[in-house]
C-alpha cells in the first residue's frame, strides 16, 4: 500500500501520511487535517479513530488474537501468573527471576494501608458501591503518599517502580476493606506469606477460627482472572486514564478515573449481566431451554455470549473455561444457577444457530460464574475487574508520561442554536 491517502475535499486536495504498525495495521494521518483545511473528521464515539501509537497491547479481533508486549495470551495464561503479566505490561519484557523476586517483595511490603486510608474507606457509608470506594480510596491513597503524587511528571515517572506496586497490590486491600466494613467486621491483618491472591482471599473472606485455607485451583482460578482482564487496548476505561494523564495527572488520578469509566454498566458490568440473567431464568423455573429459544427468536438477549471486539472465539474465553472447572471442582459446589450455565454453553457450544453467528461464550460469563462461586457479591465483580486491569492502566499512563507531548483534546461539530438576542426578564 502507499505511504500516502490522497484526500479531495471541493477542489482542494489533500496528501495525508499512512502510519504502519509492526502488526501492519494501517490508519490514515490526519493531524494535520484541521491545520489546512479548517476541516475535522467525524467519527462518533471512536469507533474508528486511533487516538494514540502504543506498544502495550496487540489485539485482531477477527483472528481472536491478544497479545500483551507481543506475547500470546493463552501462552501467558498457561506459563504466566498475574504478577509475573504485570511486570511485563509495565516494563516491556518478562523479568528474570531476581527481578519478579524483588518486584512480588516491593508488592508484598504494600499490602497494608495507611490508617488514614483505612479510615477514609470505613467512613464511606457501608452501603456505597464499591466502584465508588475504589475509586475514592485510590485518591486517598495518593493523598497519603504526596511524594508520589505530584503531578509532576519527572517526578511521578521517578516513583514509578514504588508506585506500580503500592496500587497493585493495595488496590486488592481496599476492596476487602469496605466489604468487611459492609460485613461489620474487621480486615485481617494482610499475610504477605501467602500468593497474591491467597492474600486477597483471605482478607475478604477469612473468619475469626482461622478456617481460610484457600483451595489451590480457586487461587488459580482468580489468578486467571486478573491475568486475562490485564490489559485489552484502547477500550472506554483505559481510553480516560490516558486522556486524563495527558493533562499531566499524576498514576492515582488517572487510575481512579478509570475505576470511574470501568464502572459504567456497558463497560464493566458485563459478568453481572449473566448472573442476572442465569437468576432470573432460575425463577421462572426454566433449565435454559426456553430461554435458548427466545434468545434464538430475538425475544431474549444471552449475556455473556459474543464479544464487541472478538468475530471469532474470545481468547480469553478457552482459557478460562478450564479455569472454571478445575475451581468449581475444588469448590465442591452445585447449584441450579450452575446447571443453567453449563445447558447454556452446551447449547452454544453445538448449536448451529450460536456457531454460525459465532455466538460463543466470552470471558465475562466464566468469570461471573467464578466469581459467584467464590462468594463474591455481585456488586463487587467490576471491582474485580479493575484489580485485574490496574497493571494495563499503570502501563499506559507510563506511556503517556514518557512519550506524551499533546494534552487530549477531542473536537466536535456544534449543532446547537446559532446567535441567539439575550432578552430580558419582561421580554421573556
Known sequence: ?????????????????????????????????????????????????????????????????????????????????????????LYGNLPSNA??????????EYCELPPEVLKAINAMPKSAHPMAVLASGLQALGGAYPEFSTNDREKDLEAFDQVAALIISTVRTIAAAHHRNSQDKELPQPDTSKSYCGNFLSMMFSEDDGTDEIPEPVQNALDQIF????????????????????????????????????????HGGANMAVIK??????????????????????????????????????????????????????????????????????????????IQRKLYPNVDFYSGIILQALGFPTNMFTVLFAIGRTPGWLSHWKEIAENGKKIHRPRQIYQGETLRPYLSLEER
Open 99 to 108: 527481578a519478579l523476586q524483588e518486584f512480588r517483595k516491593r508488592v508484598s
Open 277 to 354: 440473567m442465569l437468576n432470573e431464568i432460575h425463577e421462572s423455573g426454566d433449565d435454559g431451554s426456553n430461554f435458548i429459544e427466545s434468545a434464538k427468536q430475538g425475544k431474549s438477549r444471552l449475556m455473556g455470549f459474543g464479544h464487541r471486539v472478538y468475530r471469532n472465539y474470545d481468547p480469553r474465553a478457552k482459557i478460562l473455561k478450564n479455569a472454571s472447572d478445575q475451581a468449581l471442582e475444588a469448590l465442591g459446589v452445585s447449584s441450579p444457577i450452575l446447571d443453567i450455565a453449563r445447558r447454556l454453553e452446551e447449547v452454544a457450544l453445538e448449536d448451529s444457530y450460536f
Open 227 to 266: 491475568l486475562l482482564h490485564a490489559d485489552h487496548e484502547q477500550n472506554c476505561s483505559t481510553s480516560t486514564c490516558r486522556m486524563i494523564a495527558s493533562g499531566g495527572a499524576n498514576p492515582f488520578a488517572s487510575l481512579a478515573g478509570g475505576v470511574s469509566a470501568l464502572w459504567g454498566p456497558l
Open 1 to 89: 500500500m502507499a505511504d500516502t491517502a490522497n484526500l479531495e475535499i471541493g477542489d482542494q486536495k489533500y496528501s495525508l501520511d499512512v502510519i504502519t504498525g509492526t502488526e501492519q495495521e494501517q490508519a490514515v494521518d490526519i493531524s494535520r487535517l484541521r491545520k489546512e483545511s479548517k476541516l475535522i473528521t467525524f467519527d462518533d464515539g471512536y469507533g474508528n479513530t486511533g487516538s494514540c501509537e502504543s506498544s502495550v497491547t496487540f489485539i485482531d479481533g477477527d483472528k481472536g488474537i491478544l497479545r500483551y508486549r507481543g506475547y500470546d495470551i493463552a501462552e501467558l495464561a498457561e506459563k504466566s501468573t498475574f504478577l509475573e503479566s504485570a511486570y511485563l505490561l
